[in-house]
């Protein structure tokens, strides 16, 4: 006789049963005396995975905070140095001008000697081109009149050439 319908593709009804028979009997004693422990575990592990996600929300809100934070302290900073640094400037643009100043004052004082020396000096070296007029005068006078003329009168000869030089 012919195999017919299932028994074609080799497949037993009975061996089915059997097949059934025994995964119920496996299914009802691993349930029975591990189910219980495997749902514990399940359960402790899906407990940990939900304290973990908490644990990375509050990390990400410390970070997001601490950031933040930073963020504000990086910005008070900077406004701190910026005001440091325009208070610094105003006191080297003082301070330059105060040295600016001071220059100013020892440039005209220094070039109120220069001239003060340089006006004695012209000074003297008038009186010495003076005197020595003079006694070019007086010995050339002496020379043309053959000394009878009075040094006075060669004195007040040479202050006369002197005053219309």
Known sequence: MEPSGIAK???NWQSMLLYFVNFGVLFFVLKHFLGK????LLDERRNR?????EAAERLK???ADERAHLAEEMHELRTQFAY????????LDEERAKTLAQVEEYR???LAQVEAEAKSMRAKMFSDIQEDIRGVVGEMIL???GERVSSEDINRAAHNIQKSV
Request: glycine fraction near 4%; charged fraction near 30%.
């Open 84 to 91: 440091e640094t325009l208070q610094m400037r105003k006191s």
């Open 143 to 145: 020379r043309i009149l």
């Open 37 to 40: 422990k495997v749902l514990v």
């Open 49 to 53: 995975i939900a304290e973990s996600i």
């Open 108 to 110: 005209a004082q220094a």
């Open 61 to 63: 809100k410390d970070v």
């Open 9 to 11: 593709l080799g497949i």
